[in-house]
């Protein structure tokens, strides 16, 4: 898979243009590599887990699978907004802490899956955005607008929250 | 031999199948030989023997070869059936395992045929074979064979055999196959060349040959069968009839008449345990989901057809059957727990020679169908307690004769529903001697006064050992530790019960299995809970005085027993429910009643549990998570750490108070 070198951050080597998926929240675009992604979704009912850390807050039934969903935007520091209209599920199957880890995350909407060359890669200027910055691998350019790609790496990763408060 | 080749690989796993079962048989033998139970050793080694040659493993085959002839004496009651034969054959068909995991022949298995114990086996076996034919011992009455049981009078049998296309790359040799046909009577060959292409068309590596092969044999059908039993890239049929021999040649050709379905059947192994297939767990998880969901269509199908009177007599024929398909699923996962009572004896008869104690293995519920996954990882605990029973608890037989106990010592394991017990007869535990240790390793202090069982839990630390020896078997305290991790591991309990001079009992406690349970559905607000079945003892109302109670108060008197009860709720960190008729569910955790209030009960529901991923696997009171009839995802609680969650939280507000 090619995917598991784009995932190391080393710009220089990804010459090749990469497919990504760009979904929004509040507003803003965020882009993951699509070889990640394993189906979108209408929302579906989820079951809150109680006493659950406050990043996955939920399980859902995605195909007979029960599956975490994971609150991107608390890990991205956004107010938790009610879904909407065009709110997609997306659901993510990808190696987690080495796990292959099936997980699904809820957007505002899904926009598009497009190219885009990670060599133009830009990293996000200090004092540039309030997210956790290892949670961001950098900005890439789709047309006129600017696409946030995330490190899925650290975003999933289970301890993540502790490097985030350090 | 390429060890990649498919075919080679199936031998060496049927063949260590049949290995497996060439122990129970030798066990079985020891305690009651007859006529039959010698032909099936004599049947499996020579089946061993012969595909062993054709698949490139020379050196087993040759070994077995030996083997072979020791139990061809005794099937012609020219050798009995003793112990020391047991040993030599249990010891042979351990070599025989190592041959096969040496891979076919080559310079391990060349190795492994040099080393001492292996020539002191050949000698052996051949000290055997000679011995008796220079001086027939007085035949064993039960090893004399009759004539009669396996071997039926003069029959003619018909078998095609029709390799498949590249069967021959595969490692298939029909000329053996056909010279071991030979062996078993008179035949007679023709070769059916209908399918043979022009010259110019022939790889010479494909196979377009078919064979029927007329045999005159006293043999069993199954003797002929166990010929081919390793080639199953082929079409066989094999028809018999109980004839004088026809005068004309039945020799037909083949031509255009397939029958896959006629080979499938006639493959059959010939062992008593029915033929199986090895399936990885996943593949049935696969399955296992792909079931979930079409339970959920179906429920919406049902839902939808309830307005189409004309539907209902489908959609009920559908339920009908996702349930049936449903059940037989689950099946699957589940095994006897005899498959690893069966390793035991082995274990146990090594020991009482290696320990010098005549030891009794009494299994009893070994019917009791236990998840595959839950039998796989027993087995070794298992062993471990046993050995410990035999080691430490047994006495020697001086001692027990002494103490007026028959010489004889046993060891009991009975697994009935979740409870696997190991009991001794043995000397029990040494209350004061585990004390003395604890201390000594700083377990306990010195003024500690622990009750009986409490003391009994500490033979579970780890490294925890009174033995004052180290002996071969057991003494460095590694095994209860360990069975205590595997049992946690799969959620169950230990306890242990001893009399001093009468034995010891642990008791496993233990979910029959970790993929189905039966889950009582709880609900709280408009979120539904399971609760395991096994772990509810009643329902009860709650009262409405109860509710308003400001005191402080949470326990109930059930029966003149005090209770005390858990607001779930509060423990899931939900808003106060303001439904005025609630229930309690009563249910039993680390022997401990205890009530957990809901908003209602729903009912009961067979329910697959799902084991939480990473994320939510450290949250406490849940053991995994399951699908509902309608789709939804709902939690399975698990009293024992939901109880220890409230009773840390409760201990965590005490101080500040």
Not at chain 1, 38 to 44: G, K, N, T, V
Not at chain 2, 417 to 442: F, N, P, Q, Y
Not at chain 2, 549 to 561: F, W
Request: net charge negative; proline share 6%.
């Amino acid at each position: 898979m090619t995917t598991a070198s784009s995932l190391s951050p080393a710009p220089n080597r990804a010459a090749a243009p990469e497919m990504v998926l760009i979904f929004r929240l509040s507003g803003e675009a965020f882009a993951i590599s699509v070889s990640w992604v394993h189906e979108i979704l209408d929302p579906i009912p989820m079951t809150t887990v109680p006493n659950a850390a406050a990043y996955v807050p939920a399980l859902v039934n995605v195909r007979g699978a029960i599956v975490p969903l994971i609150d991107i935007r608390h890990r991205l520091r956004m107010p938790p907004v009610t879904p909407g209209p065009a709110s997609r599920l997306v659901v993510l199957e990808l190696p987690v802490a080495g796990v292959p880890t099936r997980l699904a995350i809820m957007t505002d909407a899904v926009e598009e899956v497009t190219e885009t060359n990670l060599e133009a890669l830009e990293l996000v200027p200090d004092l540039g955005a309030r997210w956790p910055e290892h949670y961001i691998r950098g900005v890439v350019r789709i047309g006129d607008d600017l696409a946030i790609l995330l490190e899925t790496e650290n975003l999933f990763c289970p301890d993540a929250e502790r490097p985030a408060l350090a | 031999m390429d060890e990649i080749n498919p075919a080679v690989s199936a031998f060496v796993q049927e063949a260590r199948e049949i290995l497996e079962g060439l122990e129970a048989l030798l066990l079985d033998l020891e305690s009651d030989s007859d006529a039959e139970q010698i032909d099936a050793v004599f049947r499996t080694l020579h089946t061993v023997k012969g595909s062993g040659a054709m698949f490139g493993f020379g050196t087993l085959s040759r070994f077995t070869h030996h083997f072979e002839d020791a139990f061809d004496r005794v099937r012609e009651g020219r050798l009995s059936v003793d112990g020391r034969l047991i040993d030599l054959s249990l010891k042979a068909r351990d070599h025989m395992i190592a041959l096969l995991d040496c891979g076919g022949d080559g310079p391990g298995a060349t190795a492994l045929e040099a080393t001492p114990g292996a020539v002191a086996l050949l000698a052996a076996l051949a000290e055997i074979t000679g011995a008796a034919s220079v001086a027939p011992k007085g035949a064993a009455p039960q090893a004399t064979p009759e004539p009669a049981p396996s071997r039926t009078a003069g029959r003619r049998w018909t078998i095609r055999f029709r390799p498949e296309p590249d069967a021959l790359r595969n490692g298939m040799r029909p000329d053996l196959l056909i010279a071991e046909l030979g062996g078993l009577g008179s035949v007679e060959v023709g070769a059916d060349i209908g399918a043979l292409p022009a010259l110019a068309d022939l790889d010479p590596t494909l196979s377009h040959l078919g064979w029927t092969v007329t045999l005159d044999t006293d043999q069993p059908r199954s003797a002929i069968e166990a010929v081919f039993i390793f080639a199953d890239d082929a079409e066989l049929e094999i028809t018999g009839e109980v004839t004088e021999p026809a005068p004309e040649n039945p020799v037909r050709p083949v031509v255009g008449q397939a029958q896959p379905a006629a080979g499938e059947a006639s493959r059959k192994k010939p062992e008593k345990t029915g033929e199986s297939v090895r399936v990885p767990a996943g593949k049935l998880d696969e399955i296992m989901d792909q079931l979930g969901e079409l339970v959920i269509a179906q429920a919406r199908l049902s839902q939808m057809a309830s307005h189409e009177p004309e539907l209902e007599s489908v959609v009920e024929e559908v339920e009908r059957l996702v349930t049936g398909l449903r059940d037989a699923t689950l099946s699957i996962r589940m095994l006897p727990i005899e498959v690893v009572f069966g390793k035991f004896r082995r274990v146990v008869r090594d020991l009482s020679a290696e320990l010098g104690k005549e030891v009794t293995l009494i299994t009893e519920g070994g019917e009791t169908e236990i998840d595959k996954t839950v039998i796989d990882r027993l087995s070794e605990p298992l062993v471990h307690m046993i050995r410990n029973s035999m080691d430490h608890g047994i006495e020697s037989a001086g001692v027990r004769l002494a103490a007026g106990k028959p010489a004889r010592g046993t060891v009991r394991q009975e697994g009935g529903e979740v409870l696997i017990a190991i009991e001794d007869d043995g000397a029990g535990l040494d209350a004061e001697a585990i004390r003395a240790k604890a201390i000594e390793r700083g377990l306990l202090t010195s003024e500690a006064q622990p009750g009986e069982s409490e003391l009994y839990q500490l033979i579970f630390a780890p490294g925890f050992s009174t033995a004052k020896e180290l002996s071969s078997v057991s003494g460095r305290g590694v095994g209860m530790d360990a069975v205590r991790t595997t049992v946690d591991a799969l959620r169950g309990a230990v306890e242990v019960a001893s009399r001093a001079g009468l034995g010891t009992r642990v008791t496993l406690r233990l979910p029959v299995t970790l993929a189905i349970i039966d889950g009582l559905l709880v609900r709280l607000g408009d979120a539904v809970f399971v609760i395991p079945l096994a772990s509810v003892e009643e329902c009860v109302e709650l009262d409405a005085a109860e509710r308003q109670r400001e005191s402080g108060r949470t326990m109930l008197c059930i029966r003149e027993h005090l209770v005390p009860f858990l607001d779930l709720d509060v423990v899931f960190g939900r808003d106060p429910s303001t439904e005025t008729r609630r229930r309690v569910v009563i249910v039993k955790a680390d022997g401990q009643r205890l009530g957990l209030v809901v908003d209602d009960i729903l009912g009961q529901h067979q329910t697959v549990i799902k084991t939480l991923s990473q994320y939510h696997r450290d949250v406490e009171g849940f053991a995994g998570a399951t699908i509902l009839g309608d789709g939804s995802v709902a939690l399975i609680i698990d009293v024992a750490t939901l109880t220890r969650r409230a009773l840390a939280e409760r201990a965590e507000r005490k101080p500040a108070a």
